[in-house]
């Protein structure tokens, strides 16, 4: 079974600081999606990151993929409060088209003024 | 910007009625999936469509679960007799086929109360 683990669940940082949100998946599958959801919304797309090494950035979020480690980080730099959501990630098996995401439990990030 | 569309937002209904869950995917998108959130839960497959029949389906999509694509705009997930234990918020998406970076699309969702 492809299991999917996102640390922390719960974040509150301050306005400016950094942190690091991390995602262990079970699978050799190397295609690798984060998603953010604002309360009662649904899931907007944020990366999708599809080979060892991937790196990708976009404003104050950046994602990267360690296929070998079977991790992906999630990095916010000098978070502001319109960051405040649930983050998943998301792994499929890479086999074929169309495959099932498996969700981690979310990382509900509070960004405090 | 193309996006998927749901219907109804929110639903209620009575445990062992019938409801129907309505979909309109990205147009030139050809998977389509259906997911559901308990809440404050994570986000759980419960079938992937492609070309008018069942790709795969997780072991919560038992009997009582149907889909279909009516027509060629709408995607519908059927629940036959509804039980307290479905209530959740219902996410379709869809996907493009033959793309290697196949980002599934979500709609807004349907929160499904079952009392």
């Known amino acids: 079974e492809l299991k999917v683990e996102q640390n922390p669940l719960f974040l509150s940082m301050q306005e400016g600081k950094n942190y690091t949100i991390y995602c262990n998946y079970s699978t050799t599958s190397d295609r690798l999606y984060w998603y953010r959801q604002d309360p009662g919304k649904s899931l907007e797309s944020l990366f999708v990151?599809?080979?060892?090494?991937a790196v990708k950035q976009e404003g104050r979020l950046m994602a990267s993929l360690d296929t070998k480690a079977r991790l992906s980080t999630l990095h916010i730099t000098a978070a502001v409060h319109d960051l405040s959501a649930t983050y998943f990630c998301a792994v499929d098996r890479g086999e074929t088209s169309g495959s099932r995401l498996t969700f981690g439990e979310g990382t509900q990030l509070t960004v405090n003024p | 910007e193309p996006e998927v569309t749901q219907t109804p937002s929110h639903q209620v209904t009575q445990m062992g009625q019938e409801v129907i869950l309505r979909c309109v995917p990205i147009s030139n998108h050809l998977y389509f999936y259906w997911y559901r959130q308990i809440l404050g839960q994570k986000v759980e497959f419960l079938v992937s469509f492609y070309n008018n029949e069942i790709s795969e389906k997780s072991e919560i999509f038992d009997d009582q679960f149907s889909v279909e694509r009516p027509d060629g705009s709408n995607f519908t997930l059927k629940i036959r007799s509804t039980k307290l234990e479905d209530s959740a918020m219902y996410f379709c998406a869809s996907s493009e086929v033959g793309q290697y970076q196949e980002t599934q699309y979500f709609g807004p969702g349907t929160r499904l109360l079952v009392l």
């Open positions: 990151l599809l080979s060892n090494g």
